[in-house]
């Protein structure tokens, strides 16, 4: 992969204009768009659900990238497929079963990532990774938005290089900015979320090409 995808979060966009929002960062240069989902339980915030990438989905073809921070994945995983996710990302601490949630992921035609919490050690996910499409490795605590990137966190991703098949998907995402990004690409990520950065930005398109 010679080009770094680089997935805004909606997080920090403007709610009330939302298809605008995911219009200007596409057009701007990014590839994806990151939906973070948050249960209230898994992480302290809820943000949103099912219904909001339903209507996205209506209102746009780009590339789905969709971060479930939820308790009980497997349970909504038809849910967010069926809503228009392209791509489904669980963490491995709210999973009892991840090969399941993996599976059921896979059994609904989207691709499949798993992500770890700064706290989670890399080789825990080590099992995994010639079944899945990505792994995202969180460079704050899930659950807010506008923190500072962990460093410690980013020595994860050459650790996951190693031992992961050529076409895997490394994602890195919290704190996410013009140097941290340099960071993470030379230890190997290809994928970047970035959500203040971008959306907090008076241009989007000079943001984005700052990251890639």
């Known amino acids: 992969m010679d080009r770094v995808i680089i997935s805004p979060s909606i997080l920090s966009a403007d709610f009330m204009n939302l298809e605008q929002e995911i219009f200007s960062v596409k057009e701007a240069g990014a590839g994806w768009i990151h939906i973070d989902v948050m249960d209230g339980h898994f992480v302290p915030n809820i943000t949103i659900g099912v219904p909001v990438v339903k209507s996205i989905r209506k209102k746009t073809d780009i590339f ?101 098949p050529e076409n895997l998907i490394i994602q890195v995402d919290g704190g996410i900015n013009n140097l941290t990004s340099k960071i993470c690409k030379s230890l190997g990520a290809n994928s970047l979320v970035a959500g203040s950065y971008i959306y907090g930005s008076d241009d989007y398109k000079k943001a984005i090409e700052s990251l890639i």
Do not use: W
């Open 64 to 164: 789905l990238d969709v971060h479930l921070m939820i308790e009980n994945p497997e349970k909504y995983i038809k849910a967010f497929a069926q809503a228009g996710a392209d791509l489904i990302t669980f963490h491995y601490e709210a999973a009892n079963d991840p090969l399941k949630v993996i599976s059921l992921i896979k059994e609904c035609g989207k691709k499949a990532g798993i992500s770890i919490k700064p706290q989670t050690q890399s080789k825990e996910i080590f099992p995994y990774l010639n079944d899945v499409d990505l792994v995202l490795v969180m460079t704050v605590e899930p659950g807010f938005g506008g923190q500072e990137f962990m460093h410690d966190c980013a020595m994860k991703i050459p650790q996951i290089k190693e031992k992961a």
